[in-house]
């Protein structure tokens, strides 16, 4: 996952005189990567890449505590200030008399491990100021208005989404999450009607309608009006795989789903929210109008995980003193003894699990790039390469040194490039184009000659890659094909490319394209020896008038195989509409003669007359 980071914005929760270069650098070489930085309006943006399991980096705020601990081990003082988990509730002005708006919320902590709410009145929905619309798109998120964007602001700063729901639109102000029943429908904010397939988180409310698609997207009857007056304030957290199946069924991809399936720290809601309500009170006039809702029935309880100065020596390949320096602004409590380093796991941190997680954190920033290289002190491992890719590589090589142009298309293709042939259908497809998996190379292929000839007419592509082969009530079987492809009339090359390849492929031509497609196997092991005959063959070579449809490769396929005494057919010649073919009789036992090999002629005549509709030139 990829976010956008402004520099202006990075510096709220970070606090430092290094350079957006420096930044740039010393991040990629101990953090996470920093693919690029460019300019948009002024603004310098860090383009980073966040692996899946840290999603607490998946933050303007998760960076800069990154950087924080990285930079000063490059001699660059850095601190991170404005840490969302020091927000407490008393920052808040709860007065009791004024606590007039009310919920009733039945929520279910398996589906969702924290829920916090808060009613806000006297809202006035409008414009965002300048400061909030330009970080806002500086990061590719749109401003909309100052109550939504506010949620935007909290999902990008803090790295947790959250919602706002117009409460008058609450029916009955009662609030009931669960599991969705197969077939129940919403419309979401975007306007799409969705039909559920069930076992997916969503609210009610008191008459039964659905108000959210939680972890993904709001319901469009609950959204945010300009008339909108009383703003319902929502955050939470979700159990991952529910928000992933549903995700996914549904092919309906969000920023806060992608956020929500990797699992979210339910310690960080609390001070999102307390954020939340004072950028409302500052940037819409709101009020405080009920007491804050929270739900949260299993806190989260610190845990230790140690790890054995041995091996963490063992794995780094030299001793590490400073360990405690390293963790520590990382969030990490640390102690140290004469054999051990025992960490104590902060709630945003859960990916650190076992003592291999403690030694990659101290190994990464201490910098991989100051860990000197060593040989080992054994011989290499025997490597055995596999039989299969070396034979794929092989084949990419030379196709590649022969002119041919590889492609690489999806695995998936419509319903009007399946035509009639049986394979697997795609559940939840993400477009029309993408919805069978291929039993074939070919589709992909022609469709990709089609979009080329705009450009030129003269193509020589191929491709390798896995077929999906039909097997009723199972799994498919995954076969790698080749598909290679000309423009024009190629059979002869394609004969020649699949005997040096030793392929036993098929050779066709479709519009104007010759095409050679052959399974991928690796060459066989057990080789057997033929030996020299030791009986002269009899060579016959005959001259056939053709029609344009004629194919060579189907004549050669079936006439080699019509009797016992034809040893080879191959084209000897083409020339206009004439095709000559030199047929080679051949018996392992004895010396043929003619008599032997006139009703075998006789009967290559028929079958090229009566299969194929050619006569031979007299």
Excluded at 154 to 159: D, F, H, K, P, V
Excluded at 190 to 207: F, S
Excluded at 225 to 230: A, D, H, M, Q, R
Aim: net charge positive; aromatic share 8%.
């Amino acid at each position: 996952m990829n976010i956008l980071v402004p520099d202006s914005w990075l510096r709220e929760f970070l606090k430092t005189k290094a350079t957006p270069q420096q930044i740039k650098e010393y991040l990629s070489l101990c953090g996470p990567s920093v693919e690029r930085v460019h300019k948009k309006g002024g603004e310098i943006i860090y383009d980073i890449e966040i692996t899946s399991n840290r999603s607490d980096a998946m933050s303007i705020a998760g960076i800069a505590r990154e950087a924080a601990a990285i930079l000063p081990r490059f001699g660059i003082a850095a601190t991170f200030i404005n840490d969302p988990y020091k927000l407490k509730l008393q920052r808040l002005s709860l007065h009791k008399d004024s606590l007039s708006k009310k919920l009733t919320i039945k929520t279910d902590p398996k589906l969702n491990p924290r829920w916090t709410s808060v009613v806000l009145s006297n809202v006035k929905v409008g414009a965002s100021p300048s400061w909030l619309t330009k970080w806002l798109e500086a990061t590719s998120i749109r401003s909309l208005n100052n109550v939504i964007d506010i949620t935007n602001y909290l999902m990008r700063a803090y790295g947790q989404p959250a919602h706002a729901f117009d409460y008058d639109e609450i029916k009955g102000h009662k609030m009931i999450l669960r599991a969705s029943r197969k077939g129940e429908k919403i419309i979401t904010l975007d306007g799409k009607t969705h039909t559920l397939p069930g076992d997916d988180i969503v609210i009610e409310d008191g008459d039964g309608r659905l108000i959210d698609l939680c972890g993904i997207m709001g319901g469009y009857n609950s959204s945010i009006k300009p008339t909108t007056t009383n703003v319902m304030l929502f955050m939470q957290t979700y159990d991952p795989l529910h928000i992933r199946k549903t995700s996914m069924a549904l092919a309906h991809r969000t920023e806060a789903a992608g956020l929500f399936e990797k699992g979210l720290d339910p310690e960080l809601v609390l001070p999102t929210i307390i954020k939340g309500v004072e950028l409302m009170q500052e940037l819409a006039g709101a009020k405080v109008a009920s007491k804050l809702y929270d739900f949260y029935p299993s806190p989260y309880k610190p845990y230790t995980v140690s790890v054995s100065k041995t091996k963490l020596t063992a794995y780094i390949g030299e001793e590490i003193k400073d360990v405690e320096k390293i963790l520590t602004p990382l969030g990490f409590k640390t102690k140290t003894d004469k054999t051990s380093v025992t960490v104590t796991i902060p709630s945003w941190r859960r990916d650190v699990i076992i003592d291999v997680d403690i030694i990659e954190e101290v190994a990464r920033i201490y910098g991989y790039h100051n860990i000197k290289s060593a040989l080992p002190a054994t011989e290499p491992p025997v490597v055995i390469p596999d039989p299969q890719l070396s034979r794929e590589q092989e084949i990419k090589i030379r196709l590649r040194y022969w002119g041919f142009t590889e492609l690489y298309t999806y695995s998936m293709i419509s319903k009007e490039q399946l035509g009639t042939q049986k394979t697997y259908k795609i559940a939840n497809p993400l477009s029309a184009e993408w919805v069978y998996m291929r039993p074939s190379l070919l589709p992909s292929m022609l469709a990709a000659i089609r979009e080329n000839l705009k450009h030129t007419k003269d193509l020589k592509l191929f491709e390798l890659s896995m077929v999906y082969e039909y097997r009723k009530g199972a799994l498919p079987i995954e076969k790698p094909m080749l598909i290679i492809a000309w423009t024009g009339s190629r059979p002869r090359e394609a004969k020649g490319i699949a005997d040096v390849l030793v392929l036993d492929g098929a050779i066709s031509e479709k519009d104007g394209v010759t095409i050679l497609e052959a399974p991928v196997v690796p060459y066989a092991k057990k080789q057997t020896y033929i030996p020299i005959p030791k009986y002269p063959p009899i060579i016959e070579d005959f001259s056939f008038l053709v029609t344009p449809e004629f194919q060579v490769g189907p004549f050669i396929e079936v006439l080699s195989k019509i009797h016992t005494l034809i040893k080879s057919v191959i084209l000897l010649d083409a020339y206009e509409n004439k095709r000559t073919f030199r047929v080679t009789y051949l018996d392992t036992t004895k010396t043929l003669t003619n008599l032997d090999v006139a009703p075998v002629h006789q009967k290559f005549l028929e079958y090229a007359a009566e299969k194929f509709g050619i006569s031979p030139v007299i």
